[in-house]
């Protein structure tokens, strides 16, 4: 259930704007005081440490306001716990890590005696959020970046990605109240590169603190380019060669931030948010430019006309915007009900092992080096087991749902790492709407309620979002950034998935890079290309199988599984459980794999059944 928010009319001046928002943000900031003290904070602290951010927020509707103060605010707090230089590494994990762990238990609670995670716990249950996606990036802020070397660009960028967990709970919030920050499909790589863009903008506008504690947290492609500059800039000389460096940086850092085309479509309130945060990013970078030998001395600022040339208009916008958008707030949700997962973090065990095979069957035990990393499936054959048994197509799908579970268990079983399944195809469209709903529903309910959700599974989704239920895309990202820091089975879906679409979308993202200099066409290798596939971690697929007596592909993985080997069942797929996968993979085990060489037998008799020895191609790595 949720209650109407009625927006407050367009402010005609900052000080009646700020009078506004205080009645209305109260009953928002909850009716008990110490509630209300705890966002007051929040917001203080907000104001104090982060200007910029502070107007971002006010851009926002009143009633997005406190819950966007304290998820700042408790992310500036983990940063903070982690740039204490006077303390031991070892001690600043600690701390990091009683600080979350007491979170967890004031999630569970339903309050906190602290006062920001008050605020967070409370932000958290009104607005549904679900915090434990802000794993992946509490893991980076232990991560001791006095080592830290990035060799280029994308490993850069992966270590920034903590970043976009918390920019997703605010984007978590604006979805919930009604007016979503909705991206297109093909606007999520210049999302990525905003988000580049405005860590490039920090970065460059905190060099003078970080040269200070001998960090300079650059990819060494871009310093190598400039000969000389990182000894200059370590030794705090502003010579031409790192006047350069910065000069590219700040014009790379400007093409990240501007992505016009990212807000087309969106409702004008959150795309005057996000372009605003834009112009701010460029007013910074002009800062940036124009401070010279300044910016080793100490970070620079936009004039305060600069700023409030940006912000005087987007305040104008956003309001008018607002004013015309009826929000929602959803109904609080009771403690606990967030916490059912408990994290690898908790204890490491705290997972629930996957149910025995009703027969008692056992995984068989295979080497090591006879595994394969990665299996994908094409689970084909529902419709003819249904027809078989005189049942509508859709019992089939319902029924192969089971068998999915069956295979996750089997993998968990035998320590499979990577298991992608089939199953939904773009060329499933062409099926009529009610068995469509059906395979569509069947996913949704499994991702919201089936039992893989509290074991050691990492739920990943690959396909595009268009055409698909928006419910359903929701979940699918949910259970994405729920699940992303376990550790046991890697499960990637695909659903809306085409092969074809996957690779034009990644020459896509390669030709946006060339045209932004990052890559250069003609040195371009397989390695790039793969780097800039949707999941660029996704290792080869090792074995291919397919149920439902086809042998064709149909348009499944042809980048990952070039060289996979295939595997063709007869058996319609609901009629499979885990005992057929792992024949299928002992089956894998017996395979001789080449990758074009040729084959040294091994010198001793004894093993003269076994697969003679191939050196491993280093391009079919496990990504
Ligand atoms: C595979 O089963 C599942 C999906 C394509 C969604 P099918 O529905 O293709 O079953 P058959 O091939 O018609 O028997
Ligand atoms: C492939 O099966 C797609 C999935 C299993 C999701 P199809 O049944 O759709 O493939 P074709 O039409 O037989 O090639
Ligand atoms: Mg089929």
Redesign the pocket.
């Known amino acids: 259930m949720r209650t109407k928010f009625q927006p407050t009319p367009a402010p005609l001046d900052t000080a009646t704007h700020a009078r506004r928002s205080r009645v209305t943000a109260r009953p928002l900031m909850g009716e008990d005081p110490a509630l209300r003290a705890a966002y007051r904070l929040c917001r203080r602290t907000t104001r104090l440490h982060d200007p910029g951010i502070y107007a971002l927020i006010q851009l926002m509707p009143a009633v997005l306001r406190p819950p966007c103060w304290a998820l700042w605010t408790a992310a500036s707090i983990l940063d903070d716990l982690a740039d204490q230089q006077d303390v031991e590494q070892a001690e600043r994990v600690a701390r990091i890590q009683a600080w979350t762990q007491a979170l967890r238990r004031d999630l569970a609670a339903g309050t906190s005696t602290d006062p920001v995670r008050h605020a967070l716990v409370d932000t958290a249950l009104r607005w549904h959020l679900d915090l434990s996606s802000l794993q992946g990036a509490v893991a980076r802020t232990v991560d001791d970046v006095r080592d830290r070397r990035f060799v280029d660009w994308p490993e850069w960028r992966a270590w920034c990605e903590a970043l976009v967990p918390w920019v997703d709970q605010v984007r978590h919030l604006f979805e919930q109240a009604g007016a979503p920050m909705t991206l297109r499909l093909d606007r999520q790589q210049d999302y990525k590169r905003f988000i580049d863009g405005a860590q490039l903008t920090d970065l460059l506008t905190d060099l003078s603190a970080d040269l200070a504690q001998g960090l300079l947290l650059l990819p060494q492609e871009a310093l190598d380019a400039f000969p000389g500059a990182e000894d200059d800039l370590r030794q705090g000389r502003w010579s031409p060669a790192a006047a350069a460096l910065i000069g590219e940086l700040t014009a790379l850092a400007r093409r990240w931030v501007t992505r016009p085309v990212m807000t087309r479509g969106m409702h004008p309130g959150a795309a005057t948010v996000l372009n605003t945060a834009a112009c701010l990013m460029r007013a910074q970078l002009d800062a940036v430019d124009a401070a010279g030998p300044a910016l080793l001395k100490r970070a620079q600022r936009p004039s305060v006309v600069a700023r409030t040339r940006v912000l005087a208009p987007a305040r104008l916008r956003s309001a008018l915007a607002w004013s015309l958008t009826p929000l929602t707030v959803p109904t609080p949700r009771p403690p606990a009900a967030d916490t059912s997962d408990p994290g690898p973090a908790a204890d490491g065990t705290g997972f629930r092992p996957p149910p025995s095979h009703p027969d008692a069957i056992r995984a068989p035990q295979l080497a090591a080096d006879q595994m394969p990393s990665h299996v994908a499936v094409i ?7 249904a027809e078989q048994r005189g049942l509508p ?1 859709h019992e ?2 319902r029924a ?1 749902i089971a068998a999915v579970y069956e295979m996750v268990y089997g993998a968990l079983e035998i320590g499979l790492r990577h298991l992608t399944v089939y ?3 773009t060329e ?1 469209w062409k099926r009529d709407t009610e068995e469509i709903t059906t ?1 569509l529903e069947a996913t949704q309910r499994e991702l919201d309620e089936g039992p893989l959700r509290d074991m050691n599974v990492r739920q990943r989704w690959s396909g595009r979002p268009d055409r698909l239920p928006e419910d359903l895309v929701h979940s699918l990202r949910r259970e994405e950034h729920r699940t992303r820091t376990r550790t046991g089975l890697t499960l990637t879906t695909c659903i809306n998935y085409g092969g074809r679409d996957e690779i034009t979308r990644t020459a896509a993202a390669l030709a946006q890079a060339a045209r932004e200099g990052e890559v250069d066409p003609h040195l371009l290798g397989e390695d790039d290309f793969a780097r800039h596939l949707p999941h660029p971690d996704m290792p080869d697929v090792d074995l291919l199988w397919r149920t ?1 007596n086809e042998q064709r592909t149909s348009n499944f993985l042809p980048w990952h599984a070039a060289y996979a080997e295939l595997y063709f069942t007869p058996g ?2 609901p009629d499979n459980d885990r005992s057929d996968l792992w024949q299928a993979i002992t089956e894998y085990s017996r395979r001789q794999r080449r990758h074009g060489a040729v084959p040294t037998p091994l010198p001793s008799p004894e093993n003269h059944h076994s697969p003679p020895h191939i050196q491993p191609d280093p391009r079919h790595r496990a990504r």
């Open positions: 689970m084909d054959g529902n419709g003819r087991w197509r089939g799908h192969g199953m939904f195809s499933n395979i439902g319609y797929w």
